[in-house]
C-alpha cells in the first residue's frame, strides 16, 4: 500500500493523560500535514513540515501540542494533558513538491476520543 | 470567520441526474481550489481541482465550475450514482510561492444522497 498510513486509528484516553500519533506519508512526498476534524466540521489545519524542518503552525496548536517529523519521513504528534475539547480525527495528508502540490493526499485519521 | 462555506449541509439526488454542490469563498488571495470526498472512517480523498485561471475543469463525471468575481465555485457530478453517496468538501489555498507547502481551508462539507 503506498497511501499516506496513520497509527492507531482509534485511541481512547482519560482526560490529563498523553497520546501520540504516528503518520507516514507517501514515500516520495517531502511535505507533510496534520488537520483536526471535529464533527459535522471541516478539517483544520494544524501544522505543516517541509522535510524535517516545521514551517507553519496554526493558532489552534497550544502549546501541549507538539509534532516532530525528525528524519523527514514519518511524523508524530503529541498531545499532552488532554482535554475533553481534544476529542475530533486526527488526519495527517502529503504533498509533493512541483505541478499538482496543491494535492494533498490524506491518510485515513486517528479518532481521538477523551473521557 | 469562515473563509469556505458550503451552505447546503445535505443534498438528495436520483440516480442518474445531475447533483451540484455549491461552495463559496471570501479571502481573495485564495488561487486554487480543490474537492475532496469523504467517504465514514475514511481520509478524505481528492476529486478533482481548479486554478484560478480557468473557469472550468473536468474530468470525467466531474466538473468544477469557478466564477472568481462572485467568489463561488461548484461541482458538478453527472451522472450521479449511488456509489458518489458521500461528504463532499471543497478546499482553498493561497498560490504556492518558492516550493512551499500549501495550508488547505475546507468548507464545512454537503452530505451528498443519491436514491437508486
Known amino acids: 500500500d503506498t497511501g499516506v498510513s496513520q497509527n492507531p486509528r482509534h485511541k481512547i484516553t482519560k482526560r490529563g493523560q498523553n497520546v501520540t500519533f504516528r503518520c507516514d506519508p507517501i514515500s516520495e512526498h517531502n511535505r507533510l500535514y496534520w488537520y483536526r476534524q471535529t464533527l459535522g466540521q471541516g478539517p483544520e489545519f494544524l501544522t505543516y513540515f517541509q522535510n524535517e524542518a516545521q514551517l507553519e503552525k496554526s493558532r489552534l496548536l497550544s502549546d501541549r501540542f507538539s509534532a516532530e517529523r525528525p528524519k523527514g519521513s514519518f511524523s508524530t504528534l503529541e498531545i499532552q494533558r488532554t482535554e475533553q475539547g481534544d476529542s475530533a480525527m486526527y488526519l495527517c495528508?502529503?504533498?509533493?513538491?512541483?505541478?499538482?502540490?496543491?494535492?494533498?493526499?490524506f491518510g485515513p485519521g486517528t479518532r481521538l476520543t477523551v473521557l | 470567520d469562515q473563509q469556505v462555506k458550503q451552505n447546503s449541509p445535505s443534498l438528495s439526488v436520483q440516480e442518474g441526474r445531475i447533483s451540484i454542490l455549491n461552495c463559496d469563498y471570501t479571502?481573495?488571495?485564495?488561487?486554487?481550489f480543490l474537492w475532496y470526498k469523504k467517504y465514514p472512517a475514511e481520509g478524505p480523498t481528492f476529486l478533482i481541482s481548479i486554478s484560478s485561471i480557468k473557469d472550468k475543469n473536468e474530468d470525467g463525471r466531474f466538473t468544477v465550475f469557478l466564477n472568481k468575481s462572485a467568489k463561488h465555485l461548484s461541482l458538478h457530478i453527472v451522472p450521479s450514482q449511488p456509489g458518489d453517496s458521500a461528504v463532499y468538501f471543497c478546499a482553498a489555498t493561497p498560490p504556492l510561492y518558492n516550493n512551499a507547502g500549501n495550508m488547505l481551508t475546507f468548507g464545512g462539507g454537503t452530505r451528498l444522497m443519491v436514491k437508486p
Open positions: 479571502n481573495s488571495m485564495f488561487d486554487y
Open positions: 495528508a502529503s504533498s509533493s513538491r512541483g505541478s499538482g502540490a496543491a494535492e494533498q493526499f
